[in-house]
């Protein structure tokens, strides 16, 4: 017999073209344009149903409190074009089995869709359904790329594992273990941050396990450490490759049996709460060093790796209304030229970058509005290029970019329509290949 599939999309474009891909992998497939018409069904014959979230009526979380009420091992998938944290988190709370954000490929779908087919067919065989994540911390982005981060947060949150959060410098690692923690069955305890980078290591180690009156010249009483201060909540150790060796096999041990035993003392406290760490250097290369230890890597139970922003470009017009507003500045507003500017840069900095260039822009502007003019120099002029390298097709195309820029005074809207390109993919073209105008003048 076919797995029966139902899927509801307000769109009937939509609708047909996730038909036709599920009909193609040999499901048969039915389509409704409203979850109300849907909701007439018994749709307890069907093996799996598809539900975007925005519709009118009755949108797709209302649909699948209700499907979850009635037929509490049907699988649903949502989808979305307005992905974020608190919907992730809300559509996984209600029961939802997997979530996707549009625009989608037909790989994509059909890939979820087998997956989310096998864990049934799984959880049919006597498996069991994982916990669901409770609340909501503030990320921005709704692209694929954020969306898949979001899901990976949701199921991570409320287990016990201790989780090792990488990446880049500005992509937001204390605002990931604090969306961990609030996401959490212990939420509502301590959450005590220590950035180990800015702390000495000797002063780290009394610092994290605490010591006893007279353990060391100046310790005229006893000190519990922030471990034992954080007891049955979650302790966030950033910088965590900033830690000697020696420092890193004292928490190793604690990680082992969750005992504290305080510098100068010889009283065993017994300590529960949740590790979270940040790396601020590539871990498995400081290993190689023997500067971290493969030991301690092994005991966070999960790798958690969050995107740089170069990797979801898609999301910045989102983050730069986000964070105008949260500097106060929603009355500001941003050329399309500028936003042209910021799709074509790599941001190295991530979104720390993009606020600090907002806040800087803003204040040499007079105007409340984010020009070219008044960006930062990296900004103002590509960088230089090595081209030397580039393939023979490669030199063919920045040729005839070069010859159309120049027949069109640089005027890049011209020049892009003469290629047949839209503006951003030629700023992004002229930058590739280290295009500059007054490069291309004529010598007097």
């Given at each position: 017999?076919?797995?029966?599939?139902l899927?509801?999309?307000?769109?009937?474009v939509?609708?047909?073209?996730?038909?036709?891909?599920?009909?193609?992998e040999?499901y048969?497939?039915?389509?409704?344009t409203?979850?109300?018409?849907?909701?007439?069904?018994?749709?307890?014959r069907?093996?799996l149903?598809?539900?975007?979230?925005?519709?009118?009526?009755?949108?797709?979380?209302?649909?699948?409190?209700?499907?979850r009420?009635?037929w509490?091992e049907?699988?649903?998938?949502?989808?979305?074009?307005?992905?974020?944290?608190?919907?992730?988190?809300t559509?996984?709370?209600l029961?939802?089995w997997?979530?996707?954000?549009k625009?989608?490929?037909?790989e994509?779908?059909?890939e979820?869709?087998?997956?989310?087919?096998?864990?049934?067919e799984?959880?049919q065989k006597?498996?069991?359904?994982?916990?669901?994540p409770?609340?909501?911390?503030?990320?921005?982005?709704?692209?694929?790329?954020?969306?898949?981060?979001?899901?990976?947060?949701?199921?991570?949150?409320?287990?016990?594992?201790?989780?090792?959060?990488?990446g880049?410098?500005?992509?937001?690692?204390?605002?990931t273990?604090?969306?961990?923690?609030?996401?959490?069955?212990?939420?509502?305890?301590?959450?005590?941050?220590?950035?180990?980078?800015?702390?000495?290591?000797?002063?780290?180690?009394?610092?994290?396990?605490?010591?006893?009156?007279?353990?060391?010249t100046g310790?005229?009483h006893?000190?519990?450490?922030?471990?034992?201060?954080?007891?049955?909540?979650?302790?966030?150790?950033?910088e965590?490759?900033?830690?000697?060796?020696?420092?890193?096999?004292?928490?190793?041990?604690?990680?082992?049996?969750?005992?504290?035993?305080r510098?100068?003392?010889?009283?065993?406290?017994?300590?529960?709460?949740?590790?979270l760490?940040a790396?601020n250097?590539?871990i498995?290369?400081?290993?190689?060093k023997?500067?971290?230890?493969?030991?301690l890597l092994?005991?966070?139970?999960?790798r958690?790796?969050?995107?740089p922003?170069?990797?979801?470009?898609?999301?910045l017009p989102?983050?730069?209304?986000?964070?105008?507003?949260?500097?106060?500045?929603?009355?500001?507003?941003?050329?399309?030229?500028?936003?042209?500017?910021f799709?074509?840069?790599d941001?190295?900095?991530?979104?720390?970058?993009?606020?600090?260039?907002?806040q800087?822009?803003?204040?040499?502007?007079?105007?409340?509005?984010?020009?070219?003019?008044?960006?930062?120099?990296?900004?103002?002029r590509?960088k230089e290029?090595?081209?030397?390298?580039?393939?023979?097709?490669?030199?063919?195309?920045?040729?005839?970019?070069?010859?159309?820029?120049?027949?069109?005074?640089?005027?890049?809207?011209r020049?892009a329509?003469?290629?047949?390109?839209?503006?951003?993919?030629?700023?992004?073209?002229?930058?590739?290949y280290?295009?500059?105008?007054?490069?291309d003048r004529p010598?007097?």
């Amino acid at each position: 017999m076919k797995i029966r599939i139902l899927v509801i999309d307000d769109d009937e474009v939509a609708c047909e073209f996730l038909q036709e891909v599920l009909s193609r992998e040999g499901y048969e497939a039915r389509c409704f344009t409203s979850a109300k018409a849907a909701l007439d069904e018994d749709l307890g014959r069907y093996d799996l149903l598809m539900s975007d979230i925005r519709m009118p009526g009755i949108d797709g979380l209302e649909f699948l409190k209700r499907v979850r009420g009635q037929w509490p091992e049907l699988p649903v998938i949502l989808m979305t074009a307005y992905g974020s944290l608190e919907t992730t988190m809300t559509a996984l709370r209600l029961g939802a089995w997997d979530y996707i954000s549009k625009p989608f490929s037909p790989e994509a779908i059909r890939e979820m869709v087998k997956k989310v087919l096998d864990v049934r067919e799984l959880r049919q065989k006597g498996g069991r359904s994982g916990q669901r994540p409770r609340e909501d911390h503030q990320f921005i982005g709704s692209s694929a790329t954020m969306v898949d981060f979001y899901k990976q947060v949701a199921r991570v949150a409320d287990a016990e594992a201790s989780v090792l959060i990488e990446g880049e410098s500005g992509t937001g690692k204390e605002l990931t273990a604090r969306s961990l923690h609030q996401l959490s069955i212990r939420r509502e305890k301590p959450f005590v941050v220590v950035h180990c980078g800015a702390i000495p290591d000797t002063l780290l180690e009394s610092e994290l396990f605490g010591y006893e009156k007279g353990a060391f010249t100046g310790a005229d009483h006893s000190h519990a450490g922030l471990i034992e201060s954080a007891q049955d909540g979650t302790i966030f150790l950033d910088e965590i490759t900033e830690m000697s060796t020696g420092l890193q096999a004292k928490l190793l041990r604690f990680m082992q049996d969750g005992e504290v035993r305080r510098l100068g003392g010889h009283t065993v406290r017994h300590v529960s709460l949740r590790v979270l760490a940040a790396a601020n250097r590539n871990i498995d290369e400081e290993i190689r060093k023997g500067a971290f230890r493969s030991d301690l890597l092994y005991r966070f139970v999960v790798r958690l790796h969050i995107p740089p922003l170069r990797e979801h470009k898609e999301d910045l017009p989102q983050l730069v209304e986000s964070l105008l507003k949260k500097l106060g500045l929603s009355s500001a507003r941003i050329s399309d030229e500028v936003m042209e500017l910021f799709l074509a840069y790599d941001w190295p900095g991530n979104v720390r970058e993009l606020q600090n260039v907002l806040q800087q822009t803003l204040l040499l502007s007079p105007f409340g509005m984010i020009l070219p003019e008044y960006l930062p120099e990296r900004f103002q002029r590509p960088k230089e290029t090595d081209v030397s390298g580039l393939t023979p097709l490669e030199e063919a195309e920045r040729e005839q970019i070069r010859q159309c820029l120049r027949q069109a005074a640089w005027n890049q809207t011209r020049a892009a329509q003469s290629l047949g390109i839209d503006r951003k993919t030629l700023r992004a073209k002229i930058q590739r290949y280290g295009l500059t105008r007054d490069a291309d003048r004529p010598a007097s």
